[in-house]
């Protein structure tokens, strides 16, 4: 029996980010999602390509 393996949360944030793209037809940028969500355009492209890890902060 195949185990399930989830979607990095990396995958799905991009999918989320291209769905907002669509709907909206907006020229939303890798950095404006970035100031939005408080992180370095580095750190969120890091995590959409899986090379970021996200852990819950204390």
């Known amino acids: 029996m195949a185990m399930f393996a989830p979607a990095h949360p990396g995958e799905l944030i991009k999918e989320t980010?291209?769905?907002i793209k669509e709907e909206t037809?907006?020229?939303l940028?890798?950095?404006?999602?970035?100031?939005?969500?408080l992180i370095s355009r580095k750190t969120l492209s890091?995590?959409?390509n899986g090379?970021?890890?996200v852990t819950p902060e204390s």
């Open 17 to 19: 980010i291209e769905g």
């Open 25 to 27: 037809n907006s020229k």
């Open 29 to 37: 940028t890798l950095e404006d999602v970035a100031k939005g969500l």
């Open 46 to 48: 890091a995590l959409i």
């Open 51 to 53: 090379k970021q890890k």
